[in-house]
């Protein structure tokens, strides 16, 4: 992201949208990966069709999210249910040759005076707000009247089971056209692109049934409508696509052979050809070669490997041998200097003799090093080799294909195939194999065969059934199509068949029938309604339905992608009931939000801490106690405990001030500082630290965990100091007894009845800032060799560290330090945000609650300045920005709000207006349970 002008609200938006916990949200709810994957599907429809992308905007404009979610209101559900129900009446009363005129006229009096006007009173307000989301609101509406023909049908007498095929069919066409009708009157009236409405969901069944469960027989009837039995077309389509399968697979495992395939990863970018599917043969294969592959390569990196250590080995001992040369030079040079030679002599070989030693000893590190990093990439080459050696068939499967890939029908592993059969065989399959001609015929004649054998098999049994009868039916009608497809006899007697007549109808059928159906039911899974319906609420728990509630309102009502239907009104829909509808354009673009979210991610998502710390009410102590023997020993006593908690949190504890101390958080911190000491025991019986004597050059290590580690220290600390008080407070007249008596009586006395300067005395002020180590902070040895930090983090910790509140202890952190927490926790909500509960509730209430909690959450995060963390029991504030440079000086304090703008570089560096560099502050608060739980403040700290 280049550098420009945003809000303290907006860094921490698009942090939130790129953290663990809310891209964990989006995956279970969002369901993004899958969402994508039908996206890409309908864009392929649309290319095939010619159709413009304003068709499936609002699903483009969803796409950083995924699913879409619609809330719908009880009532406005029963109007689409109701309507479902009596049309279906109307049909099965039709359709089984029993007409009812009551039928008629309770589907048309519900029609006209209550369904039509609210869905035309809906669709005029919806797409008069936002005409792209008319596509959702078509989508919505079949979902409903498919929700309510699936309870009718589950209530349907027995006998109209046989007959659903065929109401089902009534029941969509007559729809499907009063759709069409308003859509058209609406849409000339208002800028609406319907074209993807009408070349899918305005073609098929309205149904429930999901993607994965779509068989051929599902929409048998509608492809013996267009002249070709469903048997034959599903057998030419897997004939199709078997031929395009094999010179696909042919085509990929040339390119493996030819590409340099070092390795797993280096599998999936061997071809560009899409694949939609891989057969077992192929398969095996391309594991064949992949592991023949393998077993040479891994020989020839253990023949490198077994070279470089040798040649490793060789360099070492030159090294040791220039070593050696070295130091027997310098006894020369000792024995130069008993014999009383001229020192100014001496001094010249010895500028001579160190010149050499350093050139050839740097001259053999570097040929070292050259060795070591070959060595290192030999043995990343076996490991990748003996990778492929071990590989199978069903990583060959996962890597090609994908893992996520979901269990589909066969319809749509033909979409998929679809597109790429025409570019192979051309658009009028000018360039179809002969063989695949010639196969064709005889697959006619053995469906025709099979057919007229399963007919015949059917007469001889009791036709009774409707089911049966129904069956024998389709079986003549396809025995019929089959027929027309016959031609005259060769002159050898064999029956010849209109090839072109097949192809010309089965690419009618992928075109008109399979196509639209496959993507109505895409379009049906890329929109959900919200809240679940009672059956649905049976099934999940309460922290899944207010987790989705949180999903719901934080990503989608608070960026204004969530859409409602309601009614106006109370109770039941009188006729001419209006229809509400809410739907409002996305506060800011997409694009925005993931330039910026990455380079977040970037910068801060493996950091380096520094903690200084500082005690507060030692000048008071010292000057009250006017012991320093006793000063000290309550210090030491108070650092002790300091220090358990942060080597607890994993903190290198670097130095104890006497009055604070100083600790750092990173990848390392932990291994370090084992390294650099070790606890004894002294003669008294105490533990104390003392240094190793190593010298370890390594430098630190950032760690996605740093800010949290530093964060929990910090609280723990805060938490430690006031339970060293409580353990100690009857101590205090120990400790103070040469006190004036009348300033303070100690026996029995409660630490909230302290008066405030005793209280200070165990406070603390804590101070962390975050960076890059490197760049920010750098971890060495100094003069006296003792362990050491240098950068401006411990400049600034120091700097926070001194803020103060008299009543409590403070703790502060920069802006980097709540980022890195913030991007890597698995959980976190908005400061405001207070527990609800779902035990024990009646469904209804549920519902209603989950609707408020997402306007809520929306709410919310819109005036929130602040998170809590309350699995790790950790709160923080927002306090706005902090000066740090502006010209050669260094400000105090200057505290902005979080909808000021503020400039941002590529390097995520915050300026103010005239320049300054400036830092996000944030105040940390341990969160506390019961009657002490924290209050809001009117104030922050002082400084």
């Known amino acids: 992201m280049k550098a420009g002008t945003t809000t303290l609200d907006t860094i921490e938006r698009a942090a939130e949208s790129v953290s663990r916990y809310t891209k964990r949200l989006s995956k279970t709810f969002g369901q993004k990966e899958a969402f994508c994957r039908h996206l890409a599907r309908i864009s392929e429809f649309a290319r095939l069709r010619r159709l413009s992308d304003a068709s499936y905007e609002v699903l483009r404009e969803h796409e950083p999210y995924g699913i879409i979610y619609v809330e719908v209101e009880r009532r406005f559900r029963d109007l689409h249910h109701t309507a479902a129900a009596n049309l279906l009446q109307l049909l099965l009363d039709t359709v089984s040759d029993e007409p009812s005129e009551a039928s008629y006229s309770r589907w048309r009096q519900f029609f006209q005076s209550e369904f039509a006007p609210a869905m035309r009173s809906a669709y005029e307000r919806w797409v008069k707000r936002k005409p792209s989301s008319a596509l959702v609101l078509e989508i919505t509406s079949r979902k409903l009247l498919a929700e309510g023909a699936q309870t009718w049908w589950r209530q349907a007498p027995g006998w109209a089971a046989p007959l659903r095929e065929e109401i089902t069919r009534r029941f969509s066409r007559e729809l499907n056209g009063y759709f069409h009708h308003i859509r058209s009157s609406v849409c000339a009236k208002l800028p609406v692109n319907d074209a993807l409405i009408a070349e899918s969901i305005g073609k098929t069944y309205i149904t429930a049934i ?35 399968r094999d010179r696909v697979e042919a085509d990929l495992l040339e390119s493996i052979k030819r590409a340099t395939v070092a390795s797993r990863s280096d599998l999936a970018n061997v071809s560009s050809t899409r694949l939609v599917d891989l057969s077992d043969r192929a398969a095996e294969r391309i594991e064949t070669e992949l592991q023949v ?27 040791r041998h220039e070593l050696r040369k070295g130091f027997h030079d310098a006894e020369e040079l000792l024995a130069f200097v008993d014999e009383s030679r001229s020192l100014e002599s001496l001094a010249q070989r010895v500028r001579q003799r160190s010149t050499w030693l350093g050139e050839s000893l740097a001259k053999e590190l570097a040929s070292l090093e050259n060795v070591r990093r070959s060595l290192d990439t030999a043995k990343r080459s076996l490991a990748n080799a003996e990778s492929l050696e071990r590989i199978t068939g069903a990583d060959v499967r996962e890597l090609l294909l994908g893992s996520a890939r979901s ?6 592993a033909f979409i ?15 360039n179809i194999p002969e063989e695949t001609l010639k196969s064709l015929e005889n697959l006619i004649a053995s469906t025709q065969k099979e057919i007229r054998l399963e007919l015949r098999n059917l007469t001889d049994l009791n036709r009774s059934s409707g089911a049966l009868r129904a069956t024998v039916v389709s079986c003549e009608q396809d025995i019929q199509l089959l027929e027309n497809l016959g031609g005259d ?19 009618h059928v992928m ?17 959900k309604f919200w809240p679940p319906t009672i059956r649905g609420l049976e099934t999940l728990t309460g922290s899944a339905m207010m987790d989705e509630a949180r999903y719901v309102g934080e990503a989608l009502e608070y960026n204004n992608l969530f859409y409602r239907l309601t009614l106006d009104g109370e109770g039941t829909p009188e006729p001419g009931v209006k229809v509400a509808v809410q739907v409002k354009e996305p506060a800011e673009t997409s694009e925005e939000r993931e330039q910026l979210g990455g380079m977040l991610v970037r910068h801060f998502s493996r950091t380096v801490a520094v903690i200084v710390y500082d005690i507060r009410g030692s000048s008071f102590m ?31 504890v670097l130095k104890d001030t006497g009055d604070g101390g100083i600790l750092w958080f990173g990848g390392n911190s932990r291994e370090l500082y084992d390294a650099s000491y070790e606890m004894k025991q002294t003669r008294s019986g105490e533990l104390v630290r003392q240094a190793t004597g190593e010298r370890n050059e390594v430098g630190i290590e950032p760690s996605e965990r740093s800010g949290e580690w530093a964060l929990r220290c910090a609280r723990d600390m805060v938490l430690g100091a006031e339970e060293f008080v409580a353990v100690n407070i009857q101590n205090y007249g120990d400790w103070f007894k040469d006190v004036d008596k009348r300033e303070l009586s100690f026996a029995g006395v409660a630490f909230a009845s302290l008066p405030p300067e005793y209280k200070r005395i165990f406070q603390i002020g804590v101070g962390i800032a975050s960076g890059q180590p490197g760049r920010d902070l750098t971890f060495h040895y100094n003069a006296f060799g003792d362990p050491d930090l240098t950068g401006q983090l411990v400049r600034e910790a120091n700097v926070y560290s001194t803020a103060r509140d008299p009543s409590r202890s403070v703790i502060l952190c920069d802006g980097a330090t709540l980022l890195n927490f913030l991007l890597n926790c698995e959980e976190f909500a908005a400061r405001d945000v207070k527990s609800v509960r779902l035990e024990n509730l009646p469904p209804q209430h549920i519902e209603d609650l989950l609707k408020r909690e997402v306007t809520r959450r929306a709410e919310i995060k819109k005036t929130s300045v602040g998170y809590q963390f309350e699995s790790l029991g950790i709160g923080v504030d927002r306090i706005g920005l902090r000066l740090i440079y502006q010209g050669k000086h260094e400000s105090p304090y200057r505290l902005t709000t979080g909808t000021d703008d503020i400039q941002i570089d590529e390097y995520a560096k915050l300026y103010d207006a005239s320049g300054g560099t400036t830092k996000l502050l944030y105040e940390v608060y341990p969160i506390r349970r019961g009657p002490q739980d924290r209050t809001t403040r009117d104030g922050g700290p002082s400084t």
Request: charged fraction near 35%.
């Open 489 to 507: 006899r060769d002159f050898l007697g064999r029956k010849r068949y209109h090839i072109r007549t097949l192809l010309d109808r089965w690419r």
């Open 407 to 412: 269990r589909e029908s066969d319809l749509g």
């Open 416 to 430: 998929d195939q679809f597109g790429m059969l025409l570019e192979t065989v051309g658009s009028s399959f000018e």
């Open 210 to 244: 999901p993607l994965e469960d779509i068989k051929i027989q599902t929409i048998a009837g509608e492809i013996r409508q267009c002249g070709i039995p469903a048997l034959l077309f599903e057998r030419t389509s897997a004939l199709f696509f078997q031929t395009l």
């Open 293 to 319: 592959r393998g077993r040479l390569m891994a020989e020839q990196c253990t023949k490198r490997i077994a070279e470089l250590s040798q040649e490793l080995d060789d360099g070492r001992k030159r090294l």
């Open 511 to 527: 075109e008109e029938v399979v196509a639209p159906f496959v993507i109505s039911r895409v379009l049906d899974e890329m929109v």
């Open 622 to 652: 010292g000057a009250k106690l006017f012991d320093a023997d006793k000063e000290s020993q309550i210090r030491i006593q108070f650092n002790r405990l300091m220090m358990k908690i942060a080597r607890r949190n994993n903190a290198f």
